[in-house]
């Protein structure tokens, strides 16, 4: 069931649609995104935040069409510039690939190919998509390394990816993904393996991107690096979406529970400091076994009898772009969440989790 | 790199030595045996001895006498086999050696694109029944032991079938290169395939492994996401990495049996290689020729695996530094 | 300074309790292979020269980027790597050179908690033998007894008494985590190093978790030394908090003191690096720090700066900072840095 775009929104870059992946397993099929829609306008970054087992790098890689394990399904439409990606021929596909639409993958370490130099590999992919001359491709991977902030580009360009450190690495790749001056970038935990001075860099790198006028989706478990970069966020629980809408509405008037639950669990490096953390009972959903109804619930305090239903993606009052799939009264979610928060702050629950 | 390969070079040189002096040890200094007695073969005269001794310098002490053997083996080159009185080690080996290589080579080749094409085609065909059905033809291959399958080709070609359909195959031996090219191949293509068969069968289940453990790589997500073709992927990402470990192995396969260990093939097909001249000198405890042997078959092993080292570090840049 | 003073003097520490581990200017150096033709003896300093002491039911924090050596520092703290020099005393006694008959006895008071439980559990044995094995190896008693107290650490740690036959690959991450807390519990231990032992995890379990930590260091008045690379984490859980570089403690203060004016330039850097989560909500009245993007890299440990170790990222360097090396010392407000010109006194 497609959900209508709020149609205020320009039009998008990538519309994804009633997007369903899973697998077949010898335990039997396994749902790990389940009727997904999302999209992307020009120039917006957006961030697509969940647990392990959210679905959220696997509907990346849906998208590009990078999942080959051929036990996979994968259903739905996934437009980009008004084409169904999912139905193009492969070979009009490996033209979106790395020149319309780029990734970027969480370990630096192991996304380059070893034996080959870092300006070869950078090389390959220029080529790849137009009739460039050897040189020519050498030169712009020189400037491309430069341009992501790589000193001595000139020279670095000839050295292989084990005599870059992560960072310098991830820098690299990310040169790499922009090489053919792509409309959009998906970036999948891109800073997740590095440390958190290096993951600055990268961040304010991303941001020039941006400015510069790529669309970028953001895939993260850190609200800190979304709160940091998108536009919009995407929260994902279990295959589907839990919360979206731009990105001030979503961390200043979380509507989700499981959203509220993020947000809360993390401890801060300001603001107060509390002797236990609320938590979210339970553990994360496993696409194995995903519920009829609402996939929260049975983490959810705040669950009842409608939780059985499966809740669409819908605006509550007021900002149209905001939506949430929760049956929770949309005039008492504030309040709500306050007392959801004093609930898991004071219960032991770790006993939800131990329970399964 | 160069620096690496002289350091490479020189390391492989000490090993030479090194294996030398054990040889030279193992005939001359173990303790209680009379070193010309082994050096002059079975039942011995006493004049042959006597000559034996002197020219080895067997009552000099142990360093010259490694030298002065040397001599003989390497610059003098007339250390001469006991069996076949007259006839000198080294132009014997000389003489064995093209037959050796003329083997090696061509199973090489063989086994290396056949070994390859499968190894390859089962990874990229894994899930499919062609997958298994390759795998199986490779596990037949290496089941089968060369001596026997070696009996087996020539009980067909040259007996049992010999009047129909393998009437085009010559008797077993040897032709030389130089001499007819046809006559060379024709004389060594069932050996190339007897010897082939063994190692195809090895390297393409390695390579299978390989390439499937490279095609579950990041970088090989990575190559897909820039838009590269399924080919180039598998060619110049997934297989140019697979093929390291495959090229270390080869060395030192290929090292092995150019210093003798082709010896089942060369025996069963009539081939006067090395192999045969071991095998020959073994069976005669012809002295003077095993040595020699032995450090011929020492200086290929040796030789390979500093060619392998070296090639190791030109395919794999991560190796360069260690 | 000693290590004595640094605990004498600092606010940070919760009051009274007396110091169950000190460390005094330990260091761990690994030698590199050396190149044969060049003579030269390399050597990587994992850990150069640290002092610290931790009181009884604190918890220290050790904060730092990858290979700043405080992984390396936790394996020295419960010797479980030699030292190359300095002294550890744990519970009075010096434990630098007891030989590992004599250490023995000292173990069970002192326990490692691991970063990755999937990779600290023998995939081959049933949870309840993974925790009952320190109690063999240290003959807690009899086979009932080592039952009832398996299953005692068990609800402790909270997983139900189904769980004892089961298999490491049978549980999730956090379980697998409260299996190795469960472990390292068995022995009754005053002391707890835990590595990373969140960094693993989910959000939404690593707070579960973490409040079970909060939870055990009360029912049990455990001392921890609490060793991440996550700031909020720290800040969660410390009293006091070391903050390393390179091998080297730069700066060591009470949380609150830390996180609110970091007195070292590292420590500013690395705290005005993090994403934080704008809500709304502190956002106002919390003063929005500057940021200070690092520029370049972490030096390698094998060619470690003269003088300070962070003098080449450093913004405020200046040309002392090149020769002379900044001890750990004691500013006014009562915190420690190894800084020429901290940034607050």
Redesign the interface.
Known sequence: MPEPLPEHLPEPLLDVRDLRVSFRTRRGPVTAVDGLSLSVAPGEVLGVVG??GSGKSVSMLAV?R?L?N?NVTVSGQVLFRGRDLLTLPDKQM??????EI??V?Q?PM??????YTVGWQIA??IR??GQVSRKEAHARAVRLLSDVGIPDAASRVNA?P??F?G??RQRA?IA?ALSCSPALLIADEPTTAL???????I??LMRELNADGSAMVLIT?????I???ADRVLVMYGGRAAEDGPR?AV??G?RHPYTW???D????????????????AG??VSPGSLPTGCAFAPRCRLSHDRCEERPALAAGNGDAAHRDACWLPPEDRASLRLTARAAASDV????S???S | MISFALKRFASALLVMFSISVLVFLIFFATPGVDPAARIAGRNADPATLAQVRHSFGLDRPLPIRYLLMMRHLLIDRDLESFVNRGSRVIPQIVQAMPVTLSLVVGAAVIWMTVGILMGTAAATLRGTAVDPLIMLVGVVGVSLPAYWLGEVVNLVTQKQLHDSVFSWVPPPGYVDLTGDPGQWALHLLFPWLTLALLYAGIYARLLRGEVVTALNEDYVRTARAKGLSERRILVRHALRCSLIPIVSLFGLDFGALVGGAALLTEVVFGLPGIGKLTFDALQNLDLPVIMGTVLYAAFFVVLANALVDILYARLDPRARHA | MTAQDIVAVDKGAPPGGDVLLRASDVTKHYPLRTDTLSRRRRVLRAVDGVSLAVRTGETLGIVGESGCGKSTLGRCLVRLTELTGGRVEFDGQDITTLSARRLRPVRPGMQLVFQDPQASLNPRRRAGDIVAEPLLVHRYGDAAAVRRRVAELFDVVGLAGAHLDRYPHEFSGGQRQRIGIARALATAPKLIVADEPVSALDVSIQAQVLNLFADLQEEFALTYVFIAHDLGVVRHVSDRIAVMYLGEIVELAGTEALYEAPAHPYTQALLSAVPDIDDGTHAADAPRRERIVLTGEVPNPVDKPTGCPFRTRCPYARERCALERPRLTLTPSGRHTACHYPLTV
Request: proline share 8%; aromatic share 4%; no cysteine.
């Open positions: 647990e392990s590009l990078l080959t051929p490996r033209a979106i690939r790395g020149r780029a990734m993958f370990d192991t996304a380059l190919t070893p034996v390959e992919q790849a998509h292989y084990h005599e450190s960072g310098m790749v790499m440390d958190v001075t290096v993951q600055a860099q961040l304010d478990h850190d609200m800190g690096v709160s940091q970069i001030r961390f200043h979380p639950g993020l947000l669990s993390v401890p801060r490096v300001g603001g107060p400091r509390l002797r236990r953390l609320p938590t979210i553990m994360p032991q629950d770790m006993d989790e131990a329970a």
